[in-house]
């Protein structure tokens, strides 16, 4: 270990000593509570910083991570992320008076799960990231231990992960086995020099690998859990988990697959469409159904990973930038949303149905426009990033000659207006139950501007992030 | 006769393994999965790998079932023998659930079965002085510095959690 | 030795099929667990057999970063039933309805 190898990972290290510094002013006589979130911003804020001020580039750690565009590209995503959803959660954690330091500190860990799952270039770093950020969820959303959901959430979130990790590491042990190593260039030169000991066990080995990539990123049929924990856990963590594992779940996927696969695992594609045409089916047609709107959010972010699914299929430089692209979008309005839902729950998560949102333009005009503005980019109506991320994604994917999975995609981005759209129409066009304007605390107004700037801002100028993405999915190839 | 004592160590672990997942009575399933990891460790010193075999016990059949037992203790927890464990579960996610996981297992088995029988070829396993302590102690903290940090704070996560979700007040 | 190393391989993906059906079949929380771990150790088996296959050192320094992901796990997985407990009075996943639908 040298000084490049701290160097390439000193945004990681700045939020591990906020997080530690947090649980340190925890345990002081009288902790300043109110200030906490002021640390974990300042530490997620410097992380930001370090990351332009302090540029790496190369493998380091002995060849444990590797450092490039596509790393800054998601760090970048995962730090906003987090400072999004700590603000979201101060109005919530105050008002149910359950302002903690463990709180930020685990939001902070499992950011830094999230940055190595991306930095990873060994299998060994990805799990333990992976399990960083899981572990951290686990607690985070059985962070309310006196409500009986949040607990059930919590475990059933602990034990349906638990036993997807089952899988995962199942596959890298039956790759390990195949080639002989777990750094993502050795199996790599493994496969490609036919020194691996056998095709079937790789093969098998990736196989397991993706079903425990699915139940991360909860595709169909490995989303069993997410409507009940979306359901359950507090609303902010809601807002953190429906964004941050999904997000590193496919960065990790894709870095996988393209570094160490070199995109060679078409034994698998197959299995892949499929599942990427029943998450998107499944997911939609369910939230259908819903009522209460953070289960419709958890089904509309299941369809969601589908169509980002098709673009992890396609396997080209196109498909790629298309990926980043869409992340980039959903991450951000998704935060956006529960953020907003947030604020509109009421005492013992009530307000949570679609009744809850009638007259809300007449109630707060402003509030009520961002979250129709969410809805219009989550539903892909231009000229929202919503709609960018699906063009890119649908045309590399035609590119491709994967028509049949777009039509399929389309087919369902038209049935998923009609849910995306209730909530609107509840806004605009329905009598508000009273005509109280809705309380918009100061630390939101931050997350709705990004929203809007995001859903609106990148929909209309989108070459800002377009060259970005296309830097950072081009340092793959 | 290593041969014969792995077998025999295997069919204790398959055995103990297998009464776990049938039994309802969880004390019972605590005491046999102690058992089926010993089993485990016995086979790990077969293999040579004396570092991981000496971590079998102290922290699996030591550390985390002793956890295990204590919270079946602490909990008294009932068994379920009342309801026969099997098409019970047909009733959790419905019968399609049931009818899903069995057809996944089956591939499962089907795969993995294959891919061990793809193993045939290089049949034996060579011997080679790779598990003593002070090789993987060397790999650790060498190459494998930064997944040995990121372990430590996966373990603080899990401290901080434990004490703050199991804590009566805090 | 003279053990093959498909008959090990064969033993892991035995005893990882055991603890799903375990996951998949069974009600107790407590016992779910457990066949989870049953999981985790068919993994460090295979590790272990690749790695002396293979020769590299590699496959038990994994199993070593399993086995502290496992007790991490564990140690939250208890906690919470600990806290449900506190609750609901029960470790029975069939009394934990209040999310089904």
């Given at each position: 270990m040298n000084a490049a190898d701290i160097l390439s990972t000193l945004p990681e290290l700045v939020l591990t000593v906020t997080a530690l510094g947090l649980l340190l002013l925890e345990v002081m006589g009288k902790p300043p509570r109110?200030?906490?979130?002021w640390v974990a911003l300042g530490g997620v804020g410097l992380a930001l910083g370090l990351e332009f001020a302090v540029p790496s580039e190369g493998q380091f750690y002995a060849g444990m991570i590797s450092v490039d565009l596509f790393t800054r590209f998601f760090n970048v995503l995962f730090l906003t992320t987090a400072a999004g959803s700590l603000l979201i959660s101060v109005p919530y954690l105050r008002r149910t008076l359950e302002e903690r330091g463990e709180y930020y500190a685990l939001t902070l860990f499992a950011t830094v799960g999230m940055m190595f799952m991306a930095k990873a270039h060994d299998l060994t770093i990805t799990f333990l990231g992976l399990e960083l950020l899981s572990?951290?969820?686990?607690?985070?959303?059985?962070?309310y231990r006196n409500r009986v959901r949040s607990n059930e959430a919590g475990l059933k979130y602990l034990l349906l992960g638990a036993f997807s990790t089952g899988f995962f590491l199942f596959g890298i042990a039956l790759i390990y086995g195949s080639t002989g190593t777990t750094h993502y260039d050795g199996i790599r030169l493994a496969i490609g020099s036919g020194e691996q000991l056998s095709m079937a066990l790789t093969v098998t080995g990736f196989g397991l690998l993706i079903i425990g990539f699915a139940f991360k990123v909860a595709l169909v049929p490995f989303h069993m859990y997410a409507p009940d924990v979306y359901e359950g856990a507090p609303t902010p963590i809601t807002a953190f988990v429906s964004t941050g594992p999904k997000v590193a779940g496919f960065a990790a996927f894709l870095k996988v697959i393209?570094?160490?696969?070199?995109?060679?695992?078409?034994?698998?594609?197959?299995?892949?469409?499929?599942l990427a045409a029943i998450t998107m089916t499944v997911g939609n047609i369910t939230a259908l159904r819903q009522d209460n709107l953070k289960r419709m959010l958890a089904f509309s972010g299941v369809a969601h990973a589908g169509y980002l699914a098709i673009a992890i299929m396609v396997g080209s430089a196109d498909s790629a930038f298309a990926l980043l692209f869409y992340l980039a979008a959903y991450a951000i309005t998704t935060l956006g949303a529960f953020g907003i839902v947030s604020l509109?729950?009421?005492?013992?998560?009530?307000g949570l149905d679609m009744d809850s949102y009638r007259g809300l333009a007449r109630r707060s005009p402003y509030l009520a426009g961002v979250f129709a503005?969410?809805?219009?980019?989550?539903?892909?109506?231009?000229?929202?990033?919503?709609?960018?991320?699906?063009?890119?994604?649908f045309s590399a994917a035609i590119d491709e000659g994967y028509t049949w999975l777009v039509i399929i995609a389309v087919v369902n981005s038209l049935i998923s207006v009609y849910y995306y759209l209730r909530p609107v129409v509840a806004m605009y066009m329905?009598?508000?139950?009273?005509?109280?304007?809705?309380?918009?605390?100061?630390?939101?107004?931050?997350v709705l501007l990004l929203v809007v700037l995001v859903a609106l801002g990148l929909g209309l100028f989108p070459m800002s992030l377009v060259k970005n993405s296309i830097a950072a999915a081009g340092s793959l190839f | 006769m290593t041969a014969s004592l792995f077998y025999l160590f295997a069919v204790g672990l398959l055995g103990a393994s297998l009464f776990v997942v049938l039994n309802p009575n969880p004390m019972y399933s605590v005491v046999a999965l102690v058992f089926g990891f010993a089993n485990l460790a016995a086979i790990y010193f077969l293999l040579e790998a004396y570092f991981i075999g000496a971590l079998q016990v102290l922290v699996y059949a030591g550390a985390i079932m002793v956890l295990f037992l204590f919270v079946v203790m602490l909990l008294n927890v009932q068994s379920d023998a009342d309801h026969p464990s099997l098409p019970r579960v047909f009733r959790i996610g419905s019968w399609w659930f049931g009818a899903l996981a069995l057809v996944f297992i089956g591939l499962f088995l089907l795969l993995v079965g294959r891919s061990a029988l793809a193993l045939l070829a290089p049949s034996e396993v060579p011997p080679t002085q790779i598990g003593s302590v002070s090789q993987v102690g060397e790999a650790l903290f060498t190459r494998y510095l930064l997944p040995f940090e990121l372990a430590s704070l996966l373990l603080t996560v899990a401290l901080i959690g434990t004490v703050f979700l199991a804590k009566k007040k805090i | 030795m003279v053990v093959p190393l498909h008959h090990i391989i064969?033993?892991?993906?035995?005893?990882?099929?055991?603890?799903?059906?375990?996951?998949?079949f069974r009600r107790s929380a407590i016992i779910v667990f457990m066949s989870v771990e049953i999981m985790l150790n068919a993994v460090n088996l295979a590790f272990v057999a690749f790695s002396r296959y293979h020769g590299s050192v590699d496959g038990q320094v994994f199993v070593f970063f399993i086995m502290t992901l496992a007790a991490a796990e564990v140690a939250v997985g208890l906690a919470i039933i600990i806290a449900l407990y506190r609750n609901l009075r029960t470790a029975d996943l069939s009394e934990i309805h209040e999310l089904k639908h």
């Open positions: 109110a200030r906490f979130v572990v951290s969820l686990y607690i985070l959303v059985a962070f393209a570094t160490a696969f070199a995109f060679t695992t078409q034994h698998w594609w197959g299995i892949l469409w499929i509109i729950e009421g005492e013992d998560e009530s503005l969410i809805m219009l980019s989550l539903a892909g109506f231009p000229p929202t990033a919503g709609f960018l991320g699906k063009f890119f994604i329905q009598e508000p139950a009273d005509e109280s304007a809705v309380a918009v605390p100061a630390f939101i107004v931050p | - | 064969a033993i892991s993906g035995l005893l990882f099929t055991i603890g799903v059906v375990g996951v998949l």
